[in-house]
């Protein structure tokens, strides 16, 4: 038995995929949206980037669909009673990398902890060494010989798989083709593999190789070993590093989405209506930007805490409590980064507004509202675009910062903010534990570089004039 | 021109005003004093009367903002409003929840936040410039295309690991500086060389590439061109027309930081263990002292307000459009 | 004959990479002599400019690039140069001045350190020599003030200052070549008419060759020694002036002059060349004119055609010159008169406009008082009777754009009264003005920028309609627009199309099917064809008749061409500084005019008509800022007759003979 859960960020991240459906329907039959977009997918770095980032997407959309398990009846229970852990569909099928907890630190790929314990040796005498782990190489009877040639199984065996994984999408993807372009199935699997379509195909999916190869091996390694290590408590990194993955998408996405809405209807009603409107508009928006951002994101961080710490009985769960922190995060954050896209679209509005089909759109008698929506909005929507995708990866950026400054997540979440802040210790340490960082680090990176990558491109083919205004 | 910046310092005053009011809401309305006892004092011990001797000592004992025990003005001097949001206009702190006065803090600590900061801001401004400039020299070739890349992937790494990463080389395993801590007077630098490197580093990636688009921006116009139909060289035309132009964007992206330099960084200082303002602040945070991050906020505004004027300013040094309209 | 300054052979130029790669030079050959003026004009588009830049090898990079030819400087090849030696080349041997003024000088430099880097380039001046040298150029170039004027940036001077400045950096290295593309081209006609007097002037006294490239016929007339015609990319015919004047050869140059209107051609349709120039990324087997040419036959479609000589040094690019083809016979079946209603028994006047006074308020010091106004429109009075056209004629910044704009209540203006048929439409206000808005509207000067680039043809022409809700229904609101797409001569399947499908006639022809759609009685026409190449222009003012006369339409045409006024125009209204200082019937202005501004407009223009030398009447000086008019006439400070009482009064209206009227103490009895 298990019971849904739908956490507040979870609702907005189901509505902002539903809005970027309904968008992508919206913009299928507008050209001037389509266009950029066709561009977009034709430079293979876009492409390559898109692939990442959609496996992102997916971990990060699996990882928000909650639910609490039913506890055990106890007798004479008349009703289910549900633990308190909320669980994802991504933890179930995650199943041995977060089931699998060791006492304390492990090296990757270890079998034994990396610090020294008192045990029991065979005669039952108390020494002091490492002891073996209870999970990682277990399989093992004698770790020395046979470590190496079961990785190197294992890592044979995901590298086969992928190999036939790819080669049945490879296939089929062709045949998908074939009937598109009204040619033979070799002809176009030869014209993928040769680059030669106008979508980089063959980048696609060679990108998709590397992150299926990677699902293979987490696959086939995470039962037997901890392939990034465990942390203090002895938690896999691995399954950190996924989990948090959820956590920076949701920051990069649900702060833009709950910003978007104020930034564009005031840079546009400042632009267009000018007078008191616009001032009382640029007071705004000065008054907030003039407050420090980590300031102020602290101190409204601090007073939530203050406010959370008294209200104890509005959660039912840490999880919902932990979630309430982010998406109150996600709000503040939003707060204090309208503004620049605000002032652009005023900037820009004042200008669209002189236009002459601005001017013939009054000369008909045509609403100040309906100008807007109808003259207007489109002409921004470029703008709106670029901005929403080149904040993402800053946003994902500050995530960490500010975990890391303690007005940033709450502890109990996973993020690279704070599995960076915990590594600061752990790189004090002799010997150093560096795999927590490096692992926060590379996930992270490979985000925010294809989020960049990706930005540059959209950038270009939507105005490959505009600078970043900032 | 004089009416200008003198209409913009009286703008400043509205802004600060909202700024204040913005700080009172979140530090008085969303959560009353009681509460914050409460959280400091631990949800063991409250009592009532644990609660007001919280506040009393700390200076909270008063009403918001209007308080009808007093007589005339100091109905409305006697409050928390007056006692502490208004005397943050004249720059008077008062002292923090641990009883330290915050002024005096202040005084003393912003002088290692600006060691570090004030090297970091020029050379930066510097080598971003020189370095945008060489990739704009040699545009359209490989070394641009690399040198964008490079820029794409240094910003795609957060601050954090780039002071972890640095303390780690530099300092553990080198052994070139210390890993953190600070010391006053000339010794200071020995300090300050590690974050000021590791802060150049970050800030190349985005700064580089910005710059790099301000100066393709101006080259692309027709002054550029009539100065090539002069015969001018191409560095001349780099650094006599291009820079001058692109000097106006950039300007607008670096005066205004340049008062907020006080304030230090915040994770640069915790990291390295300098006294400034800036691990000032996180201290406070961790500890939870709102009078200090409610000051600090104040302090940060106020600065960033004279930083826009400041841009304002320098706008009129550096366009003649503009100084002479 | 003199010895060949510059020889350009076979050049050819290309413009990006791989499919979409263009060629806007391709295969140009000329020459130049020195010390003569060689006019190159073409539409735009045609690739002159490039082929300007191309000769200073100053192509926009890395996309453009001379993939063939040679271009020799007095026997040297500069292809072959290194960059550095091209780079004594540019400023010293060849100078050029380009079209934009305004954005073509370094706006945080002054004008005489701009001047100075090009003389120390050069001449390797310093000190004290090098701004003698630079003020002797300020004052070559008649700049008035030299020394303060050395100290300025270019945003204080005005549109002509600025290409003074230009020129004066341009001769700074004593060039044997000057080119100047479109130099004028942005400037008023009187400031135009300085300009190319200045530059024939510094011409015939330093025996400079000239390269100018224009659009302008009249200005060919009035300077070149030699033209050559581009087309798409290839020269396509040239001649000494007067030969080319008197005997163009290739179609395509009889057409441009078939196609300038003019107060001859009153009551007939404009000849119009058919279509655009071909796009220049494709690869063409025929002669690149033939699918626009009235004249072609299979050979033109099949062949391109090579050189022909037809005597007196002139050679053309056409089969028809060919004497070994035998061409079809010219088809003589142009310029049909169309049956103009007749229009001197017109009635009350549809709008009567009053005094109207639109200002801007100047605001300065600390709290932003109004301390002053910009008097944009300060008491223009015209009417317009039913179906005629009442022409509103006037240089940039004279205010013509903002009566446009204030009789529309597009601005609020500041006093007078606009009298639509007999409704006051300065004081309505809200919906009461709404609903009026059917009755009059307006076409736009850019047809890139009047059109939202969002939306559809179709949704464009029906905004109106939705707006003042014509038509009961969306679907009979669409046939309403697919009915007036064919009346502007577009076809039904444009309707889904964007507007940047479009080439700037097509562009405006929607935007007079926009107009058109709330069926309005009065359309005011904001300078429609000034963005157009002469050809495109024929077209859309042969519709805007055509509309007038089936419809029954007035229109305030607002325009600085004088020549498309006497085309279109019944009645002229003149206007100088927001005010009106003369109007009346075209025919009696142009014939003769009497008000000195007027007649200085009119004499400024340059015309293709060679009997007989015009004297263009100099204007010193620019418009003076509308903020601070001069007291008296505004135009006694230019005005070569300008007496005592000029600079006392402003002159009161007089009327010399039927509906004739001016404002000038010269005919103040």
Redesign the interface.
Same mark, same amino acid.
């Given at each position: 038995m298990i019971k849904p859960l739908l956490l507040g960020t979870d609702a907005l991240v189901f509505l902002l995929v539903a809005l970027v459906v309904l968008f992508a329907v919206y913009a299928r039959k507008?050209?001037?949206l389509a266009a950029p977009w066709r561009d977009v997918v034709r430079s293979r770095i876009a492409v390559a980037s898109l692939v990442v980032l959609a496996a992102y997407t997916l971990v990060g959309l699996m990882d928000s669909v909650h639910f609490r398990k039913a506890l055990p009846m106890q007798a004479g229970q008349q009703e289910v009673q549900y633990g308190g852990d909320v669980l994802s569909v991504l933890d179930i099928l995650l199943g041995p990398v977060r089931t699998q907890v060791e006492t304390t630190y492990s090296a990757p790929f270890a079998t034994h902890l990396y610090a020294k314990e008192y045990m029991l040796d065979e005669q039952g005498k108390e020494v002091r060494g490492y002891p073996r782990l209870k999970y990682g190489g277990a399989q093992l009877s004698d770790p020395e010989v046979d470590k190496w040639p079961d990785i190197r199984r294992r890592v044979l065996l995901s590298v086969l798989e992928t190999l036939g994984v790819m080669l049945l999408i490879y296939v089929l993807f062709g045949a998908l083709l074939a009937r598109r372009w009204r040619k033979p199935v070799p002809v176009a699997l030869r014209d993928i593999a040769r680059g030669r379509c106008a979508v980089p195909w063959r980048t696609a999916l060679g990108t998709l190789g590397a992150v299926v190869l990677l699902i293979a091996l987490i696959a086939n390694m995470s039962a037997a070993w901890h392939m990034l290590g465990t942390d203090k408590v002895g938690q896999d990194v691995l399954y950190q590093s996924i989990k948090s993955i959820r956590t920076g998408l949701v920051i990069g996405t649900l702060t833009t989405l709950i910003m978007l809405p104020f930034a564009v209807l005031l840079g546009m009603m400042a632009g267009y209506f000018r007078g008191w409107v616009d001032d009382v508009i640029q007071y705004l928006y000065t008054t907030l930007n003039s407050i420090p951002g980590v300031l102020l994101i602290a101190a409204a961080v601090l007073m939530m805490q203050v406010y959370m710490a008294n209200h104890p009985e509005m959660f039912e769960t840490m999880a919902e409590r932990a979630d309430m922190r982010l998406l109150f995060l996600c709000m503040i954050l939003g707060i204090t980064s309208w503004t620049g896209l605000c002032r652009l679209l005023r900037g820009e509005t004042l200008k669209l507004r002189e236009?002459?089909?601005v001017?013939?759109?009054?000369?008909?008698?045509?609403?100040g509202f309906?100008i807007m929506m109808?003259?207007l909005l489109?002409?921004l929507?470029h703008l709106v675009m670029i901005t929403v995708v080149l904040d993402f990866s800053g946003l994902v950026l500050a995530e960490a910062v500010l975990s890391y400054v303690g007005v940033g997540v709450d502890p109990t979440t996973m993020s690279w903010g704070n599995m960076i802040n915990r590594a600061r210790l752990e790189m004090a340490r002799e010997p150093i534990v560096w795999w927590s960082l490096l692992s926060a680090f590379v996930f992270m990176f490979t985000l925010v570089l294809s989020a960049n990558l990706f930005s540059d491109v959209v950038r270009d083919a939507f105005d490959p004039r505009l600078r970043t205004e900032r | 021109m004089i009416?200008y910046i003198?209409?913009r310092i009286?703008y400043a005053i509205p802004v600060l005003l909202g700024v204040n009011l913005i700080t009172f809401l979140l530090f008085f309305v969303v959560n009353s004093p009681d509460d914050v006892a409460r959280m400091h004092l631990g949800a063991k011990r409250v009592t009532a009367e644990s609660i007001e001797k919280w506040k009393a000592e700390h200076g909270y004992d008063l009403p918001l903002l209007y308080n009808s025990d007093k007589q005339g003005i100091s109905s409305v001097t006697q409050t928390i409003f007056f006692d502490k949001s208004v005397r943050l206009f004249v720059f008077d702190f008062g002292s923090s929840d641990a009883g330290r006065n915050i002024g005096a803090d202040i005084g003393q600590r912003m002088w290692p936040s600006l060691a570090i900061a004030l090297p970091q801001f020029l050379i930066g401004l510097l080598v971003y410039v020189s370095f945008a400039m060489l990739l704009v020299f040699f545009r359209?070739t490989y070394l641009d295309v690399s040198g964008v890349v490079l820029c794409v992937v240094l910003m795609s790494i957060s601050a954090l690991f780039y002071i972890i990463g640095g303390q780690y080389l530099f300092s553990k395993q080198m052994h070139l500086f210390p890993i953190s801590g600070y010391e006053p007077g000339i010794q200071a630098w020995r300090f300050v060389v590690l974050p000021v490197v590791i802060g150049l580093i970050s800030g190349l990636g985005a700064s580089g590439r910005i710059y790099r688009t301000f100066f393709l921006e101006e080259i692309g116009?027709?002054?550029v061109?009539?100065?090539?139909?002069?015969?001018?060289?191409e560095v001349t035309l780099l650094f006599?027309?291009v820079l001058?132009?692109a000097m106006?964007p950039i300007l607008t992206g670096v005066v205004v930081v340049i008062p907020t330099l006080f304030m230090g960084s915040l994770i640069m200082e915790s990291f390295f263990g300098i006294p400034g303002l800036g691990s000032y602040t996180i201290d406070a945070i961790h500890n939870q002292d709102f009078a200090i991050v409610r000051s600090m906020v104040f302090l940060g505004s106020a600065l960033y307000i004279l930083g826009l004027l400041l841009t304002d300013i320098s706008y009129t040094l550096?366009?003649?459009?503009i100084r002479?309209? | 004959m003199k010895q060949a300054l510059l020889q350009v052979k076979d050049l050819s130029v290309r413009i990006g990479q791989g499919e979409n790669a263009i060629r806007p030079v391709d295969g140009v050959s000329f020459e130049i002599r020195a010390g003569e003026t060689f006019a190159l004009l073409g539409e735009s588009g045609c690739g002159k400019s490039m082929t300007a830049l191309a000769l200073?090898r100053?192509l926009p990079?890395?996309a453009g690039e001379i993939v063939g030819g040679s271009i020799q400087l007095a026997g040297e090849e500069l292809l072959g140069l290194t960059e550095r030696n091209m780079?004594?080349?540019?400023?010293?041997r060849i100078?050029?001045i380009?079209q934009?003024p305004m954005?073509?000088?370094?706006?945080?430099?002054t004008v005489g350190a701009q001047i100075a880097?090009?003389v120390e380039?050069?001449k390797q001046l310093r000190g004290e020599p090098l701004r003698r040298r630079v003020l002797e150029l300020l004052n070559a170039v008649g700049i008035p003030d030299v020394e303060r004027r050395y100290q300025e940036?270019p945003?204080?001077l005005s549109g002509g200052m600025k290409q003074r400045v230009?020129i004066a950096?341009?001769l700074?290295?004593d060039p044997d070549l000057l080119i100047a593309d479109e130099p004028t081209t942005a400037l008023d006609v009187t400031i135009q008419a300085q300009v190319l007097e200045l530059i024939a002037k510094l011409q015939k006294d330093r025996g400079m060759a000239v390269l100018l490239i224009t659009h302008d016929l009249g200005v060919v007339a009035g300077i070149a020694d030699r033209v050559a015609v581009m087309y798409a990319g290839q020269l396509v015919e040239q001649a000494p002036r007067e030969r080319f004047f008197t005997a163009p050869q290739h179609p395509y140059s009889r057409k441009l002059f078939a196609a300038l209107p003019d107060s001859s051609k009153r009551e007939q349709r404009l000849t119009v060349i058919p279509g655009s120039v071909p796009p220049l990324n494709r690869a063409f087997h025929g002669c690149r004119f033939a699918e626009r040419c009235d004249r072609a036959w299979d050979v033109c479609r099949s062949r391109q055609p090579a050189w022909f000589q037809t005597g007196d040094g002139q050679i053309v690019r056409c089969h028809l010159a060919d004497p070994g083809l035998s061409a079809p016979d010219e088809a003589l079946a142009e310029a049909t008169a169309t049956a103009a209603p007749d229009k001197t028994a017109a009635g009350t006047p549809l709008l009567v406009v009053d005094d109207l006074k639109v200002w801007f308020p100047i605001q300065? /010091?600390?709290?932003?008082r109004t301390v002053g106004h910009v008097r944009a429109v300060d008491g223009v009075s015209l009417d317009i009777p039913r179906g005629q056209t009442l022409a509103l004629v006037g240089e940039s910044g004279c205010g013509k754009t903002t009566v446009g704009?204030g009789i529309?209540q597009?601005l609020q203006p500041t006093g007078g009264s606009v009298w639509f048929e007999n409704l006051e439409l300065t004081r309505l206000k809200g919906e009461a003005?709404?609903?009026q808005?059917?009755q009059?509207?307006?076409i736009?000067?850019?047809p890139f920028?009047?059109?939202?680039?969002?939306?559809s043809v179709g949704d464009?022409v029906e905004? /109106?309609m939705a707006?003042?809700r014509i038509g009961r229904s969306a679907a009979q609101r669409r046939e309403r627009v697919l009915e007036l797409l064919e009346q502007v001569g577009l076809r039904p399947e444009h309707v889904r199309r964007?507007p940047h499908e479009f080439s700037g006639g097509q562009r405006q022809r929607i935007?007079i099917a926009?107009a058109l759609a709330?069926s309005p009685k009065l359309i005011v026409c904001d300078e429609p064809t000034s963005a157009l190449d002469v050809s495109v222009q024929a077209q859309i003012l042969n519709l805007l008749r055509d509309l007038q006369h089936s419809l029954g339409l007035s229109y305030l045409f607002i325009t600085h061409d004088i020549s498309v006024v006497s085309y279109l125009a019944e009645r002229i209204a003149v206007m100088y500084l927001g005010r009106i200082v003369e109007q009346g019937p075209v025919s009696e202005i142009l014939d003769r005019p009497r008000h000195p501004y007027t007649q200085a407009l009119l004499s400024a223009v340059p015309s293709i008509d060679q009997a007989g030398e015009r004297k263009v009447i100099r204007l010193q000086g620019d418009m003076p800022s509308p903020s601070n008019p001069p007291q008296g006439c505004h135009f006694h400070p230019r005005c070569p007759q300008a007496m005592a009482v000029c600079r006392e009064i402003y002159p009161p209206v007089s009327e010399i003979g039927a509906d004739h009227r001016l404002r000038c103490h010269l005919f103040n009895n």
């Amino acid at each position: 038995m298990i019971k849904p859960l739908l956490l507040g960020t979870d609702a907005l991240v189901f509505l902002l995929v539903a809005l970027v459906v309904l968008f992508a329907v919206y913009a299928r039959k507008r050209e001037h949206l389509a266009a950029p977009w066709r561009d977009v997918v034709r430079s293979r770095i876009a492409v390559a980037s898109l692939v990442v980032l959609a496996a992102y997407t997916l971990v990060g959309l699996m990882d928000s669909v909650h639910f609490r398990k039913a506890l055990p009846m106890q007798a004479g229970q008349q009703e289910v009673q549900y633990g308190g852990d909320v669980l994802s569909v991504l933890d179930i099928l995650l199943g041995p990398v977060r089931t699998q907890v060791e006492t304390t630190y492990s090296a990757p790929f270890a079998t034994h902890l990396y610090a020294k314990e008192y045990m029991l040796d065979e005669q039952g005498k108390e020494v002091r060494g490492y002891p073996r782990l209870k999970y990682g190489g277990a399989q093992l009877s004698d770790p020395e010989v046979d470590k190496w040639p079961d990785i190197r199984r294992r890592v044979l065996l995901s590298v086969l798989e992928t190999l036939g994984v790819m080669l049945l999408i490879y296939v089929l993807f062709g045949a998908l083709l074939a009937r598109r372009w009204r040619k033979p199935v070799p002809v176009a699997l030869r014209d993928i593999a040769r680059g030669r379509c106008a979508v980089p195909w063959r980048t696609a999916l060679g990108t998709l190789g590397a992150v299926v190869l990677l699902i293979a091996l987490i696959a086939n390694m995470s039962a037997a070993w901890h392939m990034l290590g465990t942390d203090k408590v002895g938690q896999d990194v691995l399954y950190q590093s996924i989990k948090s993955i959820r956590t920076g998408l949701v920051i990069g996405t649900l702060t833009t989405l709950i910003m978007l809405p104020f930034a564009v209807l005031l840079g546009m009603m400042a632009g267009y209506f000018r007078g008191w409107v616009d001032d009382v508009i640029q007071y705004l928006y000065t008054t907030l930007n003039s407050i420090p951002g980590v300031l102020l994101i602290a101190a409204a961080v601090l007073m939530m805490q203050v406010y959370m710490a008294n209200h104890p009985e509005m959660f039912e769960t840490m999880a919902e409590r932990a979630d309430m922190r982010l998406l109150f995060l996600c709000m503040i954050l939003g707060i204090t980064s309208w503004t620049g896209l605000c002032r652009l679209l005023r900037g820009e509005t004042l200008k669209l507004r002189e236009l002459d089909y601005v001017q013939a759109g009054s000369a008909f008698g045509v609403s100040g509202f309906r100008i807007m929506m109808r003259h207007l909005l489109p002409n921004l929507m470029h703008l709106v675009m670029i901005t929403v995708v080149l904040d993402f990866s800053g946003l994902v950026l500050a995530e960490a910062v500010l975990s890391y400054v303690g007005v940033g997540v709450d502890p109990t979440t996973m993020s690279w903010g704070n599995m960076i802040n915990r590594a600061r210790l752990e790189m004090a340490r002799e010997p150093i534990v560096w795999w927590s960082l490096l692992s926060a680090f590379v996930f992270m990176f490979t985000l925010v570089l294809s989020a960049n990558l990706f930005s540059d491109v959209v950038r270009d083919a939507f105005d490959p004039r505009l600078r970043t205004e900032r | 021109m004089i009416a200008y910046i003198v209409r913009r310092i009286l703008y400043a005053i509205p802004v600060l005003l909202g700024v204040n009011l913005i700080t009172f809401l979140l530090f008085f309305v969303v959560n009353s004093p009681d509460d914050v006892a409460r959280m400091h004092l631990g949800a063991k011990r409250v009592t009532a009367e644990s609660i007001e001797k919280w506040k009393a000592e700390h200076g909270y004992d008063l009403p918001l903002l209007y308080n009808s025990d007093k007589q005339g003005i100091s109905s409305v001097t006697q409050t928390i409003f007056f006692d502490k949001s208004v005397r943050l206009f004249v720059f008077d702190f008062g002292s923090s929840d641990a009883g330290r006065n915050i002024g005096a803090d202040i005084g003393q600590r912003m002088w290692p936040s600006l060691a570090i900061a004030l090297p970091q801001f020029l050379i930066g401004l510097l080598v971003y410039v020189s370095f945008a400039m060489l990739l704009v020299f040699f545009r359209a070739t490989y070394l641009d295309v690399s040198g964008v890349v490079l820029c794409v992937v240094l910003m795609s790494i957060s601050a954090l690991f780039y002071i972890i990463g640095g303390q780690y080389l530099f300092s553990k395993q080198m052994h070139l500086f210390p890993i953190s801590g600070y010391e006053p007077g000339i010794q200071a630098w020995r300090f300050v060389v590690l974050p000021v490197v590791i802060g150049l580093i970050s800030g190349l990636g985005a700064s580089g590439r910005i710059y790099r688009t301000f100066f393709l921006e101006e080259i692309g116009k027709d002054y550029v061109r009539t100065a090539r139909s002069k015969g001018v060289p191409e560095v001349t035309l780099l650094f006599r027309h291009v820079l001058r132009n692109a000097m106006i964007p950039i300007l607008t992206g670096v005066v205004v930081v340049i008062p907020t330099l006080f304030m230090g960084s915040l994770i640069m200082e915790s990291f390295f263990g300098i006294p400034g303002l800036g691990s000032y602040t996180i201290d406070a945070i961790h500890n939870q002292d709102f009078a200090i991050v409610r000051s600090m906020v104040f302090l940060g505004s106020a600065l960033y307000i004279l930083g826009l004027l400041l841009t304002d300013i320098s706008y009129t040094l550096v366009d003649p459009r503009i100084r002479l309209s | 004959m003199k010895q060949a300054l510059l020889q350009v052979k076979d050049l050819s130029v290309r413009i990006g990479q791989g499919e979409n790669a263009i060629r806007p030079v391709d295969g140009v050959s000329f020459e130049i002599r020195a010390g003569e003026t060689f006019a190159l004009l073409g539409e735009s588009g045609c690739g002159k400019s490039m082929t300007a830049l191309a000769l200073l090898r100053l192509l926009p990079k890395p996309a453009g690039e001379i993939v063939g030819g040679s271009i020799q400087l007095a026997g040297e090849e500069l292809l072959g140069l290194t960059e550095r030696n091209m780079r004594g080349v540019r400023g010293g041997r060849i100078a050029m001045i380009f079209q934009e003024p305004m954005t073509s000088l370094n706006p945080v430099m002054t004008v005489g350190a701009q001047i100075a880097e090009s003389v120390e380039q050069h001449k390797q001046l310093r000190g004290e020599p090098l701004r003698r040298r630079v003020l002797e150029l300020l004052n070559a170039v008649g700049i008035p003030d030299v020394e303060r004027r050395y100290q300025e940036y270019p945003h204080q001077l005005s549109g002509g200052m600025k290409q003074r400045v230009m020129i004066a950096i341009a001769l700074a290295g004593d060039p044997d070549l000057l080119i100047a593309d479109e130099p004028t081209t942005a400037l008023d006609v009187t400031i135009q008419a300085q300009v190319l007097e200045l530059i024939a002037k510094l011409q015939k006294d330093r025996g400079m060759a000239v390269l100018l490239i224009t659009h302008d016929l009249g200005v060919v007339a009035g300077i070149a020694d030699r033209v050559a015609v581009m087309y798409a990319g290839q020269l396509v015919e040239q001649a000494p002036r007067e030969r080319f004047f008197t005997a163009p050869q290739h179609p395509y140059s009889r057409k441009l002059f078939a196609a300038l209107p003019d107060s001859s051609k009153r009551e007939q349709r404009l000849t119009v060349i058919p279509g655009s120039v071909p796009p220049l990324n494709r690869a063409f087997h025929g002669c690149r004119f033939a699918e626009r040419c009235d004249r072609a036959w299979d050979v033109c479609r099949s062949r391109q055609p090579a050189w022909f000589q037809t005597g007196d040094g002139q050679i053309v690019r056409c089969h028809l010159a060919d004497p070994g083809l035998s061409a079809p016979d010219e088809a003589l079946a142009e310029a049909t008169a169309t049956a103009a209603p007749d229009k001197t028994a017109a009635g009350t006047p549809l709008l009567v406009v009053d005094d109207l006074k639109v200002w801007f308020p100047i605001q300065r /010091g600390l709290f932003k008082r109004t301390v002053g106004h910009v008097r944009a429109v300060d008491g223009v009075s015209l009417d317009i009777p039913r179906g005629q056209t009442l022409a509103l004629v006037g240089e940039s910044g004279c205010g013509k754009t903002t009566v446009g704009k204030g009789i529309l209540q597009l601005l609020q203006p500041t006093g007078g009264s606009v009298w639509f048929e007999n409704l006051e439409l300065t004081r309505l206000k809200g919906e009461a003005l709404r609903s009026q808005r059917s009755q009059f509207q307006i076409i736009f000067q850019d047809p890139f920028s009047s059109m939202n680039p969002r939306m559809s043809v179709g949704d464009i022409v029906e905004e /109106g309609m939705a707006a003042q809700r014509i038509g009961r229904s969306a679907a009979q609101r669409r046939e309403r627009v697919l009915e007036l797409l064919e009346q502007v001569g577009l076809r039904p399947e444009h309707v889904r199309r964007y507007p940047h499908e479009f080439s700037g006639g097509q562009r405006q022809r929607i935007c007079i099917a926009r107009a058109l759609a709330v069926s309005p009685k009065l359309i005011v026409c904001d300078e429609p064809t000034s963005a157009l190449d002469v050809s495109v222009q024929a077209q859309i003012l042969n519709l805007l008749r055509d509309l007038q006369h089936s419809l029954g339409l007035s229109y305030l045409f607002i325009t600085h061409d004088i020549s498309v006024v006497s085309y279109l125009a019944e009645r002229i209204a003149v206007m100088y500084l927001g005010r009106i200082v003369e109007q009346g019937p075209v025919s009696e202005i142009l014939d003769r005019p009497r008000h000195p501004y007027t007649q200085a407009l009119l004499s400024a223009v340059p015309s293709i008509d060679q009997a007989g030398e015009r004297k263009v009447i100099r204007l010193q000086g620019d418009m003076p800022s509308p903020s601070n008019p001069p007291q008296g006439c505004h135009f006694h400070p230019r005005c070569p007759q300008a007496m005592a009482v000029c600079r006392e009064i402003y002159p009161p209206v007089s009327e010399i003979g039927a509906d004739h009227r001016l404002r000038c103490h010269l005919f103040n009895n």
